[in-house]
């Protein structure tokens, strides 16, 4: 059965640093993986998605990376701030609906 | 972008009740509509997706007698708890899907709603 698999339950990192997320996945070959941003008590917010043949896209001081080859997708947020403490969920396609790993909750510190 | 809304944002109810939760889609018409399940500090879970018009299409374990749904027209679906019991008490959020004209269908999720059955 597919899997997805989100690094870490949970990240902290200092303010300004770059924040690397890691979603991997088995057993499936999407043909594009999403990224979305979870405020506590709230629905995802959608943030980028990449194609199964982008291996990168930016938006503002997000990053995302896509290996089909290592089934692996980084997301990166550079000059992180507090405002940036969020669950952060990878979603990949799957023909008609998504399905989404258990997400990484980050902190940033000030 | 598109705006999707939830009605209610929480609510708590006996046990043996039944509950319903209305997600609309706002400023567009949505083909599709997902309904989600999300324990605490646990992924979202697809429970169904509706599409208008037709009977829900229910993710294996989902129980369709005990959540049901309805999505009658473009703009409003309905999820109901029938019975609720406190094992039912979750945050339940809906999506609504809209063709992109790519590849493929853009989804935008409702603020959720916040179960408590006591």
């Known amino acids: 059965s597919q899997k997805i698999e989100q690094n870490s339950e949970a990240l902290n990192i200092q303010e300004g640093k770059t924040a690397t997320l890691t979603c991997n996945y088995t057993?499936?070959?999407?043909?594009?993986l999403q990224w979305y941003r979870q405020d506590p008590g709230r629905g995802p917010v959608f943030l980028l998605l990449i194609r199964e043949n982008e291996k990168e896209k930016r938006k503002e001081r997000l990053k995302v990376t896509f290996d089909t080859t290592l089934k692996q997708s980084l997301f990166h947020i550079t000059a992180s701030q507090p405002a940036d403490s969020a669950t952060y969920l990878c979603a990949l396609d799957m023909s008609n609906d998504m399905r989404f790993g258990a997400g990484t909750r980050l902190t940033v510190k000030p | 972008g598109a705006v999707v809304s939830q009605h209610p944002s929480w609510v708590i109810c006996k046990s043996g009740t039944s509950v319903k939760i209305e997600c609309r889609s706002l400023?567009?018409?949505?083909?599709?509509m997902f309904w989600y399940r999300q324990f605490p500090k646990q992924s979202l879970m697809l429970m169904a997706t509706s599409n208008e018009g037709s009977k829900a299409t229910y993710e294996q374990g989902v129980e369709k007698d005990k959540f049901l749904i309805n999505h009658a027209s473009l703009t409003l679906s309905t999820l109901t708890v029938t019975s609720a019991h406190p094992e039912d008490s979750s945050f339940y959020i809906c999506s609504a899907s809209v063709p992109s004209g790519g590849l493929y269908n853009e989804q935008f999720f409702g603020p959720g709603t916040r179960l408590t059955v006591l």
């Open positions: 400023d567009f018409q949505a083909t599709t």
């Open positions: 057993n499936y070959s999407p043909a594009y």
